[in-house]
């Protein structure tokens, strides 16, 4: 068991900002990323948690990250708010972009936000939340790099390519999920891999595109999409809704861009947003009835809808206020003030 | 080996039109039925194909059908349109509203199509496919009737509730694909009960949630999502966007609907169309060139894109100038002409 440190919230948020801070990113981006983190901190899910900050460092110091990017939002058209993220991370780009994809989708219907030249190393359901809580639905995808093969393949094409949805709810949860199109995280990979574990099998092959359970030979083979050839058809829409479709990177485009470096991918990212009230024609209110007789409908059989997991520990979060973080990160964040 | 039946594709049409003209169905329902169900036939999908005209033959005299429906297409909003099928099929309704969601969708960035009150009884293929013959990337889906259990639950709750994607290509042939959220279609049960076998694990649970193999307690009892949980989100979704977003029916609404006489599902579609030229910024040729790269990475690998064996089944068709149907089936076709 390893030790924890709890932190109070501001602090642990204000620990964020300052090692940001010491790495050379802007008051900005510093406010936006500590959000961020602070959200997959408080929602439990610690590897989107303060242990992000770490990698957000390495990518500032390997250089390839702008530290000091100033995104353009550009209003492309009726419906596409584009920003240029200009070689930073991806939190402030989505920030500043989100206010005008709100308002064209409240005018639209649907509007699109694209978001190019971004660093990208966050979870996506604090973005599609965020939408969700001005009442609009969401849909958002960004590819990764090229770790995972095709179905019937054995050499790596897409990224691990995450979906996100979110449905606004009454109260403060909406319906959010968020899931990447590979059968699992290369996080997870990586961890059984340290641990010395073998991993399931279904998750990667090797580099002779043979089933394997070695978390080792998976990272130098290739992962596996989940859910077969209909998890790949939705990794390829990913890598060209996310990619070519707003004139970005693949995932082996941005896997070539990062030339070895190993840092955070470097690519697109699309976010769709609904106005359930002019989609509907005005009947908004009796449509969300619906929406929640459906979830009823798995509540009441004892299933569980997505997130609930996270916003049971948000809860349990807010009302210590104070998240619980392993020593050992809690030490390597110290160190980076030092 | 069941006999089959040869027939030139203007007589294979003609026989289709015929037959539901018979039934009573408008002239305009007729041609864009026809067309639809030739797509399926020339694909050799033939659960599309000439098959589905005995399906809508008994939708129609079951009488929930208005055969004589003229779609009303209103112009939403600057992102939106909606066709009011008026409960009439859905082919027509797509043909009418398409015109206005490649306008928007070309002005705008990105568009919807939303079709309330149609039945529907066809693949969401021969649609997307359409919309990228525009030169637009296209997401199509629609519920059907609760039969698919929630992951984690037992009871139906979800339609087969199918996703659609389609991306031009360069040549006839865009990136397709279109698949079910449920691990088995419907008719794929009911094939295995007919023929007495066994269906594979993973596919349905009997009525007391039990997993099961066997054909006859999976339709009494529930079919299972594919990939697990991610698969049910994405039902979810799926009910959510094509249902109370657009102000029409979940599949369990749809079912109740239906009250018990297994006509076609009568709810709504949901279709978005996006301009690779204004999302990438006037850059829509270099992107395509990208998304090659990537389908190339795809092929080169001895890995297969979706839609490949529908595409050759077509130039085999095209090739001959004719399909070719089972005799049992050309039987009951021409029973409806008597």
């Known amino acids: 068991m390893t030790d924890t ?3 109070p919230l501001d602090q642990a948020r204000a620990l964020t900002v300052e090692a940001l801070s010491r ?5 900005e981006h510093c406010a936006a990323l500590a959000d961020t983190v602070m959200a997959g901190q408080i929602d439990e899910c610690h590897s989107h948690g303060l242990y992000r900050v770490l990698g957000c460092v390495r990518s500032i110091r390997e250089g390839k990250v702008n530290a000091t990017a100033v995104p353009e939002v550009v209003d492309q058209a009726p419906g596409i708010v584009r ?5 930073g991370f991806s939190p402030l780009a989505f920030r500043l972009g989100l206010p005008l994809l709100q308002e064209k989708a409240r005018t639209q219907g649907v509007a699109a936000l ?9 979870a996506l359901w604090p ?6 809580a001005a009442g609009l639905a969401a849909l958002a995808m960004t590819p990764s790099h090229s770790w995972v093969a095709p179905a019937g393949g054995t050499k790596p094409v897409f990224g691990t390519n995450p979906i996100a949805f979110s449905w606004p709810r009454p109260g403060p949860f909406p319906f959010v999920f968020d899931f990447a199109t590979s059968a699992a995280a290369r ?12 991993i399931p099998e279904g998750w990667a092959i090797d580099g002779d595109g043979a089933p394997t359970t070695d978390a080792q030979a998976a990272m130098a ?5 989940f859910g077969g050839h209909k998890g790949s058809a939705l990794a390829a829409m990913v890598e060209l809704m996310a990619g070519p479709l707003i004139g970005d990177l693949t995932s082996r485009e941005s896997q070539i861009f990062d030339a070895g470096l190993g840092a955070a991918p470097c690519h697109g990212e699309l976010l769709l947003a609904f106005d359930p009230d002019l989609l509907s024609g005005g009947r908004a209110a009796e449509n969300a009835e619906r929406a929640e007789a459906m ?9 569980r809808l997505p997130s609930q997991r996270r916003y049971a520990a948000r809860q349990r979060s807010e009302a210590t206020g104070s998240v619980d973080i392993p020593k050992p990160l809690h030490d390597d964040l110290l160190a980076l003030l030092a």
Chains 1, 2 share one sequence.
């Open 5 to 7: 440190v709890r932190l």
């Open 23 to 27: 790495a050379g990113l802007s008051p």
């Open 83 to 87: 920003v240029d993220a200009r070689h």
């Open 114 to 122: 694209a978001i190019n030249n971004c660093f990208h190393f966050s």
């Open 127 to 132: 973005e599609v939340e965020r939408i969700a």
């Open 187 to 198: 996080g997870e990979i990586e961890l059984h891999r340290r641990a010395g574990k073998p």
């Open 221 to 225: 083979g290739a992962m596996l999409t």
């Open 295 to 303: 979830f009823d409908a798995i509540l009441g059989q004892g299933a």
